[in-house]
């Protein structure tokens, strides 16, 4: 039986038989329930895309403003860094550093994981450490959390309007691109690539 046979629940560690699925179909945990996959099965391009217009995205997220405000008569810009420093000026140090490990260390460290997986498997090759990566992958996944950090910068604006006139920067509008990006991250069948990996081995 093959590696990219067994399936192995995320929420508690049992090991299942993979079966065929109709498309769209999903098989669940026998011991907790949780959703094991879903038949969708992206093609590598697809995942590749998704993968280097997320670094994209994350590059521009970064450097550019997030948002640009008025006050006293001139505009003033903030980025994403100056509002995780803000917090951590403001004596929230904890706050600040799950900011940045949210915000840019954990999403930036998956992204690269995947390309580093992807680009090999996309030229036919598996990459060196292949296995310990997907489990490392397996585990990253739900600690990316961009969309929490957006929604919290957008309720900020909408009360800051009240003082001061805002408008949403470059870095803004590539956040909420890169929050889907990550999204569709945590969506990819990890199986897939086992399935990809073996292909490339029997080439």
């Not at 403001?90 to 680009?119: D, E, K, N, R, W």
């Not at 490392?136 to 961009?146: C, G, K, L, Q």
């Not at 900020?156 to 990550?182: C, E, F, H, R, Y």
């Amino acid at each position: 039986m093959h590696s990219s046979d067994l399936l192995i629940c995320e929420c508690c560690d049992a090991v299942h038989q993979r079966v065929a699925l109709a498309h769209g179909d999903s098989l669940y945990c026998r011991r907790c329930g949780a959703e094991l996959y879903r038949e969708r099965h992206l093609s590598i391009d697809a995942m590749l895309a998704v993968t280097l217009s997320g670094l994209v995205m994350f590059l521009i997220a970064n450097v550019f403003p997030v948002l640009k405000m008025q006050l006293g008569g001139a505009w003033e810009t903030v980025t994403l860094w100056d509002a995780i420093f803000a917090t951590y000026d403001a004596g929230t140090g904890f706050i600040s550093v799950l900011a940045a490990l949210c915000l840019f260390f954990l999403p930036l460290s998956q992204i690269l994981l995947f390309s580093y997986i992807l680009l090999p498997l996309r030229a036919g090759q598996v990459p060196p450490g292949f296995r310990p990566l997907m489990h490392i992958a397996r585990h990253m996944r739900p600690w990316s959390m961009v969309e929490v950090f957006l929604v919290g910068i957008l309720v900020a604006a909408v009360k800051l309007t009240a003082d001061s006139q805002i408008t949403p920067g470059v870095g803004l509008w590539a956040l909420a691109v890169l929050t889907i990006n990550l999204t569709l991250l945590r969506l990819f069948d990890l199986h897939d690539l086992w399935d990809y990996a073996e292909q490339a081995q029997a080439a």
